[in-house]
T-cell receptor, first 116, second 112 residues
């Protein structure tokens, strides 16, 4: 079936603007994860959802970052008042359910955000 | 912090086996070893995972040492398309543990 999809694939914005990044998980997957990968760096966990609730938001770097998930499916990551250090590839992953014995996460292609 | 150590980079000749090592000396009994790879400008791709037995699928084989302190991912016949960064991840296999902690991975270059 279809994999995880993300949109847009690329986003260029000006410093101070708000942006919304979208993730559409694999059908039937109840868990959804957001990660961030800055240039030349490893992947950094941001937040995960089990259903519509986000039990752990501790990876969000500041209160300018928020995420929501509705209907147990699509999720939106919002960054308010973007800063240049927010430039990165934002990756979404989904899994059948969070924290299962072999909870394999499948990743989308990412959204490359550039803040000018 | 990542619980794994991998070489920064490796080269492999096309058609030969690529053996990528991973050290996870502090692994606990219920922790799984996962391997992902990331081809340039793409999201990480799942390859294989295991607990203590060796595993094989259509992409690769995973060999875990008896003491589970290290493992090796084997790509049996590497192709140019296998050039990527390979990540070894250790995660607990118990409920409530959900996030992957990625290290810096091994940059594999397959040479023609």
């Amino acid at each position: 079936g279809a994999g995880v999809s993300q949109s847009p694939s690329n986003k260029v914005t000006e410093k101070g603007k708000d942006v919304e990044l979208r993730c559409d998980p694999i059908s039937g997957h109840t868990a959804l994860y957001w990660y961030r990968q800055s240039l030349g760096q490893g992947l950094e966990f941001l937040i995960y959802f089990q259903g519509n609730s986000a039990p752990d938001k501790s990876g969000l770097p500041s209160d300018r970052f928020s995420a929501e998930r509705t209907g147990g499916s699509v999720s939106t990551l919002t960054i308010q008042r973007t800063q240049q250090e927010d430039s990165a590839v934002y990756l979404c992953a989904s899994s059948f359910r969070a924290g299962g014995l072999t909870d394999t996460q499948y990743f989308g292609p990412g959204t490359r955000l550039t803040v000018l | 912090d990542a619980k794994t150590t991998q070489p920064t980079s490796m080269d492999c000749a096309e058609g030969r086996a690529a053996n990528l090592p991973c050290n996870h000396s502090t692994i606990s009994g219920n922790e799984y070893v996962y391997w992902y790879r990331q081809i340039h400008s793409q999201g990480p791709q799942y390859i294989i995972h295991g607990l203590k037995n060796n595993e094989t699928n259509e992409m690769a084989s995973l060999i875990i040492t008896e003491d589970r302190k290290s493992s090796t991912l084997i790509l049996p016949h590497a192709t140019l398309r296998d050039t990527a960064v390979y990540y070894c991840i250790v995660r607990p296999g118990t409920s409530g543990t959900y996030k992957y902690i990625f290290g810096t991975g091994t940059r594999l270059k397959v040479l023609a």
